[in-house]
């Protein structure tokens, strides 16, 4: 399913959560790895907890910065409500690895909207594709030692799915967009979600 | 050669670094504050925020008189509260390279509207660049100032949300020009730089001269370019638009426009000769495919793509099956979006913005409110629904006074906060205090421009570039301006702020309050975050709490045994412990921070 001329990808979370963080890793593990890249950050006014998502895509040569609807190869998400938005960028055959996070939006925390149950999630997901991987990557950055690292897992994760690029260029950009006491646990959080993302399902 | 990811603000900031610009001034505004915030790093360039765009437009063609390539740039809207120096500066040209960065912003992502500013290039008789990628964000800079050293006469960079959000790889240089080895001296030329009309007069016929040569240049300029390949669709474009149009149609002609103003005439209709059908695809209004249609030559555009918000990949491939221009299979199957009904995330103050208390106090006063531009804008968002008008920059306290004027029943009030006051805010309490209304501000000083990220103002004390410097007194300012009834209170304390509004109801005659409190995001604030907790036991789940809009209060799981009604709970990682909802609770359920850290003792 890899095509080898280039990927499109969607990351979607919520601000704050490390989404941008995790995108700044993904487009330099692409320059990295030769492909030229661009990525568009999709935003409205700046907030705490928003809707965050970001538009990444590596090729030989990139037009557009943003990504057609239908045209998305892979949906990267850090949050179970915001991966159900986007949905239909999904190709067919795409793939959707997200991070079992639960943020509750304003709305259902005052009790006016429901969050959807895994259920329902799966269920939403499982129309659009049969490729559908729920990361526990809460769990596993809280084994590795801290749980912001979730988003690394989910990297780790994706980085199975990208098999032409090697561990240690992801290992090396990591290193170099974290901060420098939190290396090593987010090396450990990118091997963890690597193990998991073989298995999970 | 080193290449780097850069986003278009990025990159923008690069180019004025590298190209030798050597002031550079801005007010923040979305999608564009993040050039300065960039450029302010490099020592080698005087970069500052100015309180208004027209203030940082005039400092730039300052800079450019005195022999400095300068730089000012705005968003869309700023250009509108510049445009008197964009105008004269056309007008008198300068003695080094000048660039204005015009930010607009398609779909208005951060906008009161989605105005397209290369109508102002043409209005003013200044040459439009377009860059389609940070590269030539990057490259345009550069080749913006020596358009402008070679015609003498200011250029537009024109950028837009999807070009300065974007992060595309650049290859970076070095900075190029060199410093004049002693000051320079300042070139007088009275009949040049004084635009009386006299010598406007004699200046106008050169500017439209020059504008004729900056056409013929346009003819031979390298970011003017044609790729040829099926002749049987010829596609004029420039900006992002290019970008979506190459992917679509994958094998049609190009004239891709690095200069939207003037077009280069024989170069459009040689293109035109060339093919079968000539389109337009451009964002926003039908300004190409109008100049196209000036030179009466057969074009189409805005009756294939839309003016109304951002073009994509999506929309464009969509508009071009429906005209025709690809065939039907050459849609992109998609999947109904399953995405109706769920929960959204829309914009909300955030947990502990010292707005609220503002905007429950005069919610509970019943007050007519007219907003003004910033985070506390978010106030007219139910259920809130505390602010009743919202046009553009300073625009509150001007239209309060007008409503007071009219001879309405009760005193409105006017909302606008610490950085929109010193932007366009002042002349109008002058106003008022000049012609006396029975108008009340409320300046909602947060210690900061908030809603841009966080940058410096008059009224921080400290500049851009870190540099302490005076922090302006509001008191003393309104004092100076003739208002004397004045009151500041915490924003936090609700009945202080109704003590003060109250007062100001009841006299005659204009009257401010400053609600003072600094945005909880501030790193002065987090340290002094608190979490609030709710005493289940006194909650009887009536409700007044919620109706603060809190981010961190919800209804809980529990409800109460008479009312049936849920309680209320606060989550632990939200709270900042402003203790706004603990002074809306009649049962005293919500604890106060006392409480809280007198346990913590």
Known sequence: MIKTTGMNFLLAGVGGQGTLLASNVLAHVGVRAGFDVKKAEVHGMAQRGGSVSSHMR???????????????????????????????????????????????????????????????????????????????????????????????????????????????????????????????????????????????? | MKKELLAGNQAVARGAYESGVRVAAAYPGTPSTEILENLARYDAVYSEWAPNEKVAL?????????????????????????????????????EAGLVIVSADDPNMYSSQNEQDNRHYAKF??????????????????????????????????????RICHSNTLVELGERTAQEPPEPPEYRIDRSKYVMVPGNARRRHPVIEERTRQVQAFAETFALNRVEMDDTSLGIVTGGVAYQYAREVFPNACFLKLGMTWPLPEQMVREFAGRVDRLIVVEELDSFIEDEI??????????????????????????????????????????????????????????????????????????????????????????????????GCMGASIGVAHGVSKAGIAQKNVAVIGDSTFFHTGMPALLNVAYNQSDTVVIIMDNRTTAMTGHQQNPGTGKTLMEQPTYAVEFEALVRAMGIQRVHTVDAYRLADVEAALRDCLEADGPAVVIARRECALLPVARKQWVTLAVDEDRCNGCGLCFRVACPAISKSDHLDDKTQRAKARIDPLLCTGCEVCAQVCVRRAISFREEIEGEEV
């Open chain 2, 58 to 94: 005039d400092v730039a063609i300052g800079a450019a008189y005195a022999g400095s390539r300068a730089m000012a740039v705005m968003k869309h809207v700023g250009l509108n509260v510049a445009a008197d120096a964009f105008f004269y500066a056309s007008m008198t040209g300068m």
């Open chain 2, 293 to 390: 249609r000036l030179m009466g030559i057969e074009v189409e555009g805005k009756g294939i793509f839309p003016i109304c918000g951002e073009l994509d990949p999506t929309i464009v491939r969509q508009r071009a099956i429906e005209a025709g221009l690809l065939p039907q299979d050459a849609a992109v199957p998609v999947r109904p979006s399953q995405a109706q009904g769920l929960p959204a995330r829309p914009p909300l103050l955030c947990p502990g913005c010292p707005h609220r208390g503002v905007f429950v106090t005069t919610n509970k006063l019943k007050l007519v409110v007219n907003g003004d531009i910033g985070c506390y804008t978010l106030g007219f968002l139910p259920p809130l629904s505390a602010l009743h008008s919202c």
């Open chain 2, 124 to 161: 003013a008789r200044v040459p439009c660049l377009e860059p389609s990628d940070s590269q030539e964000a990057k490259d345009l800079v550069g080749v913006a100032l020596s358009l402008s050293e070679q015609f003498d006469g200011p250029v537009m960079l024109r950028v837009t949300t």
């Open chain 1, 58 to 201: 590596w090729g030989e040569r990139i037009y557009s910065p943003l990504i057609g609807r239908g045209e998305v190869d892979l949906i990267v998400a850090f949050e179970k409500l915001e991966v159900l938005r986007y949905v239909d960028m999904l190709r067919s055959g795409g793939t959707v690895l997200v991070g079992d996070m639960c943020i509750p939006p304003l709305s259902v925390s005052s009790g006016s909207d429901v969050y959807p149950d895994d259920a329902q999630i799966r269920r939403i997901l499982g129309q659009a594709t049969d490729d559908v991987h729920l990361i526990p990557s809460i769990r596993l950055a809280e084994e590795v030692g801290n749980v912001r690292a979730h988003n690394i897992v989910v990297l780790g994760a994706l980085s199975n799915r990208i098999p032409q690029v090697s561990e240690a260029i992801w290992l090396e950009v990591i290193s170099e967009w974290v901060p420098k006491r939190f290396v090593e646990v987010n090396r450990d959080a990118f091997q963890a979600g690597k193990t998991a993302g073989l298995s999970a399902g």
